[in-house]
């Protein structure tokens, strides 16, 4: 595409070069040309050369299912909105269709967040399976075919958040949320989630006897993602692969380096592949063994600040001993609305956010709330430079006086 559209614009210049045309019809190849170059650029990705990079000298803000406290989860909307915000990455959790579509859901089954309900065709779709040692009944994404996913519209999970964009998107799939990170106008990285893998291999086969983790991969390699972490290759196309599942992890870093963060639960809650504790998982001994496969781990912030009474209490040691192992920590997931504020924050989420990262030091956030985080990491940065020149006038102020009190 980009080689393409670049020849063609410079055939086209080639009439300016010949003083033979009269000045008419050079006019006329200019309009054309740009036309041309419009049709061009709007068939295809467009090109950007030079993307503004993703910033590294900051924790990650992470948009935890698009802009989800603005529009409905895991939707178009929700993603534009977030890169319009200031996402560094954009999350999302994987799942996959009957037909072995990989797709962005968050729930296995379809009835919190989509109008499957009120769709006469599908009411005998309904299906109780085992989820995790637990019968689960509902619309399950694995019994929908890609098409008829389609047919879906999606609304917002809380009653308490905006509702004026309810029905007015639908699923889509991980190639299309691939593709509004990589058509940004600046460099935007992903964060999927291969999610439920064991559940995912029970009930979709894949021709080829490929598994969920095998698909999940190659589309990400398909789309040119590659590289370690903070390589060339990476900074290109940033992505974090995250997952609850540690043998999933392990098994994909057979044949792909690029980073994974280990997703950890709270600790009383077992792992759905390895039937470990997360309270096993956060041990010394687990983290030293995990670090050869993951750059971080992805703790639910309880986890790491315990909370009573709706007050913070003292905050564990999991993220030292994961600094010590040098793993990143990206907890989740932070909200704005005063029913997630702890009373610490006095309502006011650039507290929880002032707390987690310069008290706790967190390297990552997942936020509901992306424009809150980048709006808060921005006053902040412009502070500290005005800090900063105060404190040289300041320096100098001294420098005077201290010279005054020597000749006095
Ligand atoms: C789920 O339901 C089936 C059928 O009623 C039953 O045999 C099975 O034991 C149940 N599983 C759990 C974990 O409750
Ligand atoms: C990784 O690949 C090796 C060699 O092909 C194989 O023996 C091993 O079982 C694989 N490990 C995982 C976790 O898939
Ligand atoms: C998981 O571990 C618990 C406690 O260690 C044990 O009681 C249970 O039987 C295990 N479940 C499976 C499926 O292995």
Redesign the pocket.
């Known amino acids: 595409m980009g080689v393409s559209s670049l020849s063609i614009s410079s055939n086209l210049s080639s009439p300016y070069a010949n003083p033979a045309i009269p000045i008419m019809a050079r006019s006329l190849w200019v309009v054309l040309s740009l036309f041309l170059l419009l049709v061009v650029g709007c068939a295809g990705r467009p090109l950007h050369h030079h993307k503004k990079p993703l910033q590294t000298s900051r924790p990650y803000n992470i948009a935890h299912r698009g802009s989800n406290g603005e529009f409905p989860e895991e939707t178009v909307g929700a993603y534009m909105r977030a890169i319009e915000e200031g996402a560094d990455f954009i999350e999302s959790d994987i799942l996959a269709s009957k037909d072995g579509v990989l797709i962005c859901f968050h729930d296995l089954t379809l009835d919190a967040t989509t109008d499957v309900a009120d769709h006469k065709e599908f009411a005998n779709r309904r299906r109780t399976y085992e989820v995790q040692?637990k019968n689960m009944t509902g619309w399950f994404t694995v019994d929908f075919t890609l098409e008829e996913l389609k047919s879906l519209r999606v609304k917002q999970r809380f009653n308490f958040r905006d509702q004026q964009y309810n029905w007015k998107y639908s699923i889509i799939t991980f190639e299309e949320f691939i593709s509004i990170a990589l058509d940004a106008p600046r460099t935007v990285g992903i964060y999927p989630e291969i999610k439920n893998p064991v559940f995912i291999n029970q009930h979709v086969k894949w021709a080829d006897g490929k598994k969920f983790e095998d698909r999940f991969v190659e589309t990400l390699k398909n789309n040119g993602y590659k590289g370690s972490y903070l390589s060339k290759e990476w900074k290109k196309q940033p992505v974090f692969i995250q997952s609850f599942a540690p043998t999933s992890l392990i098994h994909i870093s057979n044949f792909t380096d690029l980073p994974k963060i280990l997703l950890i639960d709270d600790v009383t809650i077992?792992t759905q592949d390895t039937?470990q504790?997360y309270s096993e998982v956060t041990s010394d001994k687990y983290l030293g063994f995990i670090k050869n496969f993951v750059v971080g781990i992805g703790p639910w912030k309880d986890t790491i600040v315990p909370v009573k009474n709706n007050y913070l209490d003292e905050p564990t040691d999991l993220v030292a001993k994961s600094h010590a192992h040098e793993l990143q920590v990206h907890p989740y997931t932070y909200r704005n609305e005063n029913r997630y504020l702890h009373f610490n924050f006095h309502g006011d989420p650039h507290a929880e956010y002032d707390y987690w990262i310069n008290k706790i030091r967190v390297d990552g956030l997942f936020t509901d709330f992306t424009g809150t985080l980048h709006e808060y990491q921005e006053c902040r940065s412009r502070r500290w430079k005005d800090e900063s020149a105060v404190s040289i006038v300041e320096r100098i102020a001294e420098l005077i006086s201290s010279y005054r009190n020597d000749h006095n």
Do not use: A, I, V
């Open positions: 040692q077992p039937n504790s």
